[in-house]
């Protein structure tokens, strides 16, 4: 089974920068997609990035050049790089893992999705 834990949500104005991390344990297997997603309030769930088992990342247009996803396989850890935060970012991020098959991108409407309990990011004006 694999625990997925994030951390590093918070409060910051707009403009301002977080880093998110997202420690996975358990087995996780040899090859996955790690991501992250976002819902703010009354929203649907959104794709915000993600990691293709090869490790290249990939981003919706709404975070491209803003947010920064990276992986360090030695601590099965995930982080999240957010500069220029805006209020439009508002909302409870969760981590998700998927072992092979899956989807380049948006993966989380597969089966077999692993998710956390999620972090708060609070953008203000």
């Known amino acids: 089974q694999v625990q997925l834990v994030e951390s590093g949500g918070g409060s910051v104005q707009a403009g301002g920068s977080l880093k998110l991390a997202c420690a996975a344990s358990g087995y996780l297997g040899s090859r996955y997609c790690m991501g992250w997603f976002r819902q703010a309030p009354g929203k649907g769930r959104e794709w915000v990035a993600s990691?293709?088992?090869?490790?290249?990342?990939f981003y919706p247009d709404s975070v491209k050049g803003r947010f920064t996803n990276s992986r360090d396989n030695a601590k099965n850890t995930m982080y999240l790089q957010m500069n220029s935060l805006k209020p439009d970012d508002t909302a409870m991020y969760y981590c998700?893992?998927?072992?092979?098959?899956?989807?380049?991108?948006?993966?989380?409407?597969?089966?077999?999705?692993?998710w956390g309990q999620g972090t708060q990011v609070t953008v203000s004006s």
């Open positions: 998700a893992h998927k072992e092979v098959p899956c989807v380049v991108g948006d993966f989380s409407h597969s089966d077999r999705v692993h």
């Open positions: 990691i293709a088992p090869g490790g290249s990342a």
